[in-house]
Nanobody, 121 residues
Framework: QVQLVESGGGLVEPGGSLRLSCAPS????????MGWYRQAPGNERELVAL???????KYADSVKGQFTISRDNAKNTVSLQMNNLKPEDTAVYYC???????????????WGQGTQVTVSS
């Protein structure tokens, strides 16, 4: 079994920055799309940003120009740089990756356990 391990959440004041990182708990055969989702209390989980294995990125309109997603294909890691954070960015952030664990395994989507990001003064 494999898990996606997230790090980097925490409490930050409005206007501050945080960087989230995520990686599989062990080596895997291949990783295609990787992304970040978030879920605020009372809301549905929503896409924040994703990046394909080729480097194409997609962002939610609400974070364009504020967040930057990046990945290291050699390490199969994905990061989310969050700048100028606002109270409305407060949520649990989840890492997501489309992976094959071995050459004979089916491709499927894996989720991290979530990391809390709180933006408050």
């Amino acid at each position: 079994q494999v898990q996606l391990v997230e790090s980097g959440g925490g409490l930050v004041e409005p206007g501050g920055s945080l960087r989230l990182s995520c990686a599989p708990s062990r080596s895997v055969f291949s990783v295609s799309d990787m992304g970040w989702y978030r879920q605020a209390p009372g809301n549905e989980r929503e896409l924040v940003a994703l990046v394909t294995s080729g480097g194409t990125t997609k962002y939610a309109d609400s974070v364009k120009g504020q967040f930057t997603i990046s990945r290291d294909n050699a390490k199969n890691t994905v990061s989310l740089q969050m700048n100028n954070l606002k109270p409305e960015d407060t949520a649990v952030y989840y890492c997501n990756a489309d992976m094959m664990l071995s050459w004979f395994s089916p491709r499927r989507v894996y989720w991290g356990q979530g990391t809390q990001v709180t933006v408050s003064s």
